[in-house]
């Protein structure tokens, strides 16, 4: 697992650490020190801990003029036991949704797991997003994860599956991604 790094080849265009709006603004990060575990396993130093023992995250690109992030996550994602998606939300959404975030662009293929409680914050995420115009879409996340999403009705809040399951982004720019993106959800949701 120490060898899965967040995606670094948009660090030309944005480094959370370095956006003054961000909530990762002035971390530093070693190459060196793996401080971080989910489990038993090490994992890369760039991931951003935001609080969970089993779930890390990464702001790869953030567009304060138009409105939204992408984010991509790691680990296991467990509401059942920490609550991720209120640490999520509290702790990293709202504080983006401050500076004008409204589209969220959720990268999950490398989320092993899915445990649900309910769904209060999908669904005050949702209603919050919805009132700025905004979506919150889950791209690439596993076939299992997807289903216990379903199962929870969380799919209910986020657009996913379709043309979201098998995205191949890392060949395009952030903005590029975004419009692919937008235009598919704006689609689905009319």
């Not at 009705?153 to 995205?167: M, T």
Request: with cysteine.
């Amino acid at each position: 697992m120490h060898t899965i790094e967040p995606y670094y080849n948009w660090r030309g265009l944005y480094i959370a650490d370095e956006d003054e709006r961000s909530p990762f603004f002035g971390r530093i990060y070693s190459e060196f020190e793996f401080t971080d575990s989910i489990y038993n396993y090490v994992i890369h130093p760039q991931w951003d801990n935001i609080g969970s023992p089993s779930l890390y995250i990464k702001i790869l690109y953030a567009d304060y003029e138009e409105g939204y992030c992408i984010l991509e996550l790691m680990g296991e994602w467990n509401d059942a036991i920490e609550n991720d998606i209120m640490t999520l939300k509290r702790d990293v959404v709202e504080l983006l949704m401050m500076e004008g975030i409204h589209k969220f662009i959720l990268i999950g293929e490398n989320i092993l797991n899915f445990h649900a409680s309910d769904d209060c914050y999908y669904e005050e995420w949702f209603d919050e997003v919805e009132d700025e115009d905004g979506w919150i879409a889950f791209v690439n996340f596993r076939t299992h994860v997807i289903e216990e999403f379903k199962a929870e009705n969380i799919d209910y809040f986020v657009v996913s599956e379709g043309e979201l399951e098998d995205v191949a982004w890392r060949t395009q720019t952030p903005q590029q991604f975004f419009q692919s993106i937008s235009q598919y959800v704006m689609k689905r949701l009319a």
